[in-house]
């Protein structure tokens, strides 16, 4: 993330080194939040698929057996399992947007100090 | 080693270390911190980078530790769900019919009766028989509790990965420095000849 700059003389303070922590921690959280997002998608295209079978009874995964439950019963899991989903989905996808506005805040206060002795993209 | 001013909290707490994880000092002034190492650039630049590479080691078995948790909360939750659906089952008379792994890749059907104890395999080759309130209350405690470690662990590794911060900024810093140092020198040696 940092790279060395040509030997300019702008001085580190302790702020500017607790921003920049701020910034780094920001950045893991934001990695780690697009692979939670990326994981509870798929559950979301997965639970889909179940509506359109027709059997009576489905064997339904609990743990690690699959059980007989009667269709009525999974549908109803299915749907409780979906909406806890989605709402956690929606509160990743929130948390998501507020990290990137505080980067983009953290990045206009560093790059001013900064300018060009600093590197806060992506590789 | 360095006596620079300690990393601030913002409660104006100093921190030194964090759970054997020696905190990186931060450096106000780069003269000042090189004189009290008593250290040259360069040797200054090498304790660095070992610090790193220190911070670095630790990080992976952190990491490997956060990995190890995040993927046993699933699993004692899993037992919990199983667990739940026997104690609801009891109610009802019917038998619960179930198709599991007996192998890999071979299913076996099973009809579990009314049940009023399950076995929970607490590792060590020892399973114990429970009644499923006790069971139930035991993975409670164990999915708190390892709620609670992983929550300590992000918050050792939030602290890491600032120390690892802090100390790539004192490289850089350390670095730069020298560079100055060295165009200051060649000007004044070029202004004197």
């Known amino acids: ?123 | 080693m360095a006596t620079s001013a300690s990393p601030q909290q913002p409660g104006g707490a100093v921190v030194a270390e964090r759970r054997g994880i020696p905190a990186a000092s931060f450096v106000e002034d780069v003269q000042i911190y090189l004189n009290q190492l008593g250290l040259d650039v360069n040797s200054t630049l090498a304790f660095l980078q070992e610090r790193l590479q220190q911070y670095k080691v630790v990080e992976m078995k952190l990491l490997a530790q956060q990995r190890d948790l995040q993927a046993k909360i699933p699993d004692i939750e899993k037992c919990l769900d199983v667990v739940a659906t026997l104690q609801a089952k009891k109610g009802t008379g019917e038998a619960l019919l179930t198709d599991f792994e007996a192998s890999e890749g071979i299913y076996s059907r099973a009809r579990v009766e009314d049940i009023d104890s399950v076995c929970l395999w607490l590792g060590a080759n020892v399973m114990l028989e429970y009644s499923c309130e006790e069971a139930t209350s035991l993975l409670r405690k164990n999915l708190e509790n390892a709620k609670a470690s992983l929550e300590v662990l992000i918050a050792d590794l939030q602290f890491l990965r600032d120390q690892v911060t802090i100390t790539q900024v004192t490289i850089a810093r350390v670095y730069n420095w020298d560079v100055h140092q060295r165009r200051v020198r060649q000007a004044l040696a070029s202004q004197d000849s």
């Not at chain 1, 580190?12 to 998608?41: C, M, P, S």
């Not at chain 1, 899991?77 to 996808?93: A, S």
């Not at chain 1, 206009?108 to 100090?113: E, M, P």
Request: proline share 1%.
């Open chain 1, 1 to 123: 993330m940092q790279q060395a700059g040509g030997g300019s003389e702008t001085e580190v303070t302790w702020e500017d080194q607790q921003n920049i922590n701020k910034f780094g921690r920001l950045n893991n959280r934001y990695h780690e939040l697009e692979d939670e997002i990326r994981i509870a998608k798929n559950f979301e295209d997965a639970s889909n698929e179940l509506i359109l079978t027709d059997e009576e009874v489905v064997r339904f995964q609990i743990g690690e057996v699959f059980a007989h439950v009667p269709k009525d019963e999974v549908e109803m899991r299915i749907e409780q399992m979906t909406e806890t989903t989605t709402k956690h989905l929606e509160k990743l996808k929130d948390e998501k947007d507020a990290v990137v506005a505080q980067m983009a805040d953290l990045k206009k206060v560093l790059y001013a100090k900064f300018k060009d002795s600093i590197n806060l993209e992506e590789d």
